[in-house]
């Protein structure tokens, strides 16, 4: 093999990793998204063997221009587990815990509930605005 087909060989190969590097580090997260999302209380459960079951409070700075859907989405998600995320305007009183169960935070927030969100055991996404 020559010189030259070795250092086009080495350039390509150069090339292709930087592209996959800054591929890699340059994808779409929650933190491009509109809406000024912040995650404010957080649930999961220990079961690693069963259904693991997440539950979240996020507050959003914009209801009206936020994609509350795609943040949803972008939740962690395990195969036969349970995910629910609940949005609260930024300015209105909010939880700082949440639980398990059917009442997953004090009644007394629900009517600040702007949507909510949940991805069930088997992948079906309700995604409601209230």
Known sequence: MTKQVKLILSVAVAFLLVWFVWDAFSQ??????????E?????RNEN?????????????ADAEI?????????MPHTKYGNTKV?????????????????????????????????KDAMGQVTFRRL
């Open 66 to 74: 936020a994609e509350m859907e795609a943040y949803g989405n972008y």
């Open 48 to 60: 690693n063997t069963g259904p693991v079951i997440r539950v979240y409070a996020v507050t959003v």
């Open 28 to 37: 779409p997260g929650v933190d491009d998204l509109k809406g000024g999302f």
């Open 86 to 118: 609940y949005f609260f305007r930024q300015n209105k009183p909010f939880p700082k815990e949440v639980f398990p169960g059917d009442e997953n935070f004090p009644t007394e927030f629900q009517q600040n509930v702007v949507a909510t969100y949940e």
């Open 39 to 43: 995650e404010t209380a957080f649930y």
